[in-house]
């Protein structure tokens, strides 16, 4: 095994949660496949799968400014369950010794919960 290379993401309506993850989240949509009712966007090389059979997954983004990602969710209306906190500092575990780690939380058009972190 090699990496990961698709994820897959639950959707009751296809358009809609089309809409968010390209119009909110701006992640760049490759394709819809009709049928069966696939939408394929890019997650930074891995790509992310929408489909209504697929269960739900937490889904964890990169963000580089978390203030202003959650607020710019707010323009769109999106449900924020947790707003920016630290979660912990990195013991160099994950990466830079002393660097803060922080989230926040969102529900998807789909109510399916994300997660962005720094």
Not at 52 to 60: D, Q, R, T, W
Not at 90 to 111: C, L, V, Y
Request: with cysteine; aromatic share 8%.
């Amino acid at each position: 095994m090699r990496g990961l290379v698709q994820v897959a993401q639950h959707a009751d309506d296809l358009d809609r949660a089309t809409a968010f993850y390209r119009d909110v989240l701006g992640l760049r949509h490759i394709a819809t496949y009709r049928p069966p009712g696939l939408a394929f966007f890019d997650l930074d090389g891995v790509r992310l799968l929408i489909e209504e059979s697929a269960p739900p997954a937490v889904l964890y983004l990169v963000s580089d400014d978390l203030e202003a990602d959650v607020a710019r969710l707010r323009t769109h209306e999106v449900a924020i369950v947790e707003e920016p906190h630290l979660i912990f500092t990195d013991d160099g575990t994950f990466g830079t010794p002393g660097k803060e780690i922080r989230m926040a939380a969102f529900r998807d058009s789909e109510g399916n919960l994300l997660c962005l972190m720094t």
